[in-house]
């Protein structure tokens, strides 16, 4: 246990230092939310917490957005740290293809592989989308990729491809439809699902404000 204790304090000094001067939405807090909120799901499932624990702690240490979409390079990462750690060859093997399959856009494509312990990892990353800390996140990114707000002109694409997804620069409000508010029904654990419902309730209230005002009608 003393050893398991150590590897989780070198992993989040680990993280800490590569995501330094990551942009403010894939940030380390980011990732600390996303290890506590796996934490809580974890409580009411039958998984291996230290995989849960390592997969939330290290999954985008290299999110592929800011890589030019290179997909490898995270799990790389986290595989050379942990090796380099003495951890159990099977729990790297477990944790990075939790890396390398958990994010939105690769549910896009055909998923081959999954687990219970990736899926606690993907709700707990999935619920960081989503609420108050979802929408302000969202417009973050959009900020730091220079996109507009919003234009009534471009429609949402509800049928994007993997690739599509990846290179979209549409409006920040079009996520929303493509993305954040599909997200409660993509949720595996009932923990998931219960807070998701709520974050997703939250998001609705916040667009229907956002169009009255933009109408001029607030």
């Given at each position: ?16 230092q ?43 240490i ?85 996109r ?37 029904d ?33």
């Open positions: 246990m003393h050893s398991t204790n150590r590897l989780i304090t070198t992993t989040k000094s680990f993280v800490k590569e995501l330094k001067h990551a942009e403010g939405g894939h940030d380390w807090f980011h990732t600390e939310r996303v290890y506590k909120n796996a934490l809580l799901i974890a409580k009411n499932e039958q998984v291996d917490i230290l995989v849960v624990s390592l997969a939330a702690l290290l999954h985008d290299a999110d592929s957005k800011f890589y030019d979409g290179d997909e490898t390079i995270g799990p790389k990462k986290a595989e050379t740290f942990l090796s380099n750690n003495n951890a159990d060859h099977k729990i790297i093997e477990h944790v990075t293809q939790i890396i390398a399959h958990m994010s939105f856009k690769n549910s896009l494509d055909d998923t081959i592989f999954t687990s219970k312990e990736m899926e606690v990892v993907q709700d707990a990353d999935r619920l960081d989308a989503i609420g108050a800390i979802g929408i302000a996140r969202c417009f973050n990114y959009g900020g730091f990729k220079d507009p707000l919003y234009n009534p002109d471009i429609k949402p694409n509800l049928s994007m491809t993997k690739a599509e997804y990846k290179n979209s620069d549409a409006p920040t409000i079009n996520h929303f439809y493509e993305k954040l508010l599909l997200l409660k993509q949720m595996n654990t009932k923990t998931g699902k219960r807070i998701a419902l709520e974050r997703h309730n939250y998001m609705k209230g916040f667009l229907e404000q956002f169009y009255a005002e933009w109408d001029g009608k607030k």
